[in-house]
């Protein structure tokens, strides 16, 4: 599945919905020649309330096992902005986008994400990749 050339954003949760968005990943209406069609690298860009970094960083820190050991992730790292100490990236790879929707799905059932939004003094912006060649 590829994406398509404009993206709808939505969350499987209504009640998060003003709180958060990401890409519903959509096929595109002519598929791309160059795309890896089966795994998907979502980015998650966010910024962090001033004086919140220390806390955010305890609670991903104490939950990243959970989000490497979902079912379909392939690699799932938070990075840290040098430059901006306020800014975190979390880097994510899934086998599919589905796997991907899946575990957004548990983790805003769980209430992680309520948590997580706690942190941010803005909304996070998600970008949704693929690879042209493995």
Do not use: H
Request: proline content about 6%.
């Amino acid at each position: 599945m590829a994406l398509g050339p404009s993206r709808s954003f939505t969350t499987p949760d209504t009640t998060l919905s003003a709180a958060l968005r990401y890409p519903a990943i959509t096929p595109m209406e002519t598929p791309m020649t160059y795309a890896c069609e089966d795994s998907l690298v979502m980015l998650a860009e966010m910024t962090l309330q001033p004086g919140k970094r220390d806390a955010f960083l305890d609670y991903t820190a104490a939950n990243l096992a959970l989000s490497r050991d979902a079912k379909g992730n392939l690699a799932f790292d938070i990075l840290l902005d040098e430059a901006a100490p306020d800014r975190v990236v979390f880097y994510e790879e899934w086998d599919s986008a589905e796997a991907q929707q899946a575990y957004m799905a548990w983790r805003i059932e769980r209430g992680d994400l309520t948590v997580l939004m706690s942190f941010l003094a803005a909304e996070p912006k998600f970008t949704a990749l693929r690879r042209i060649a493995t």
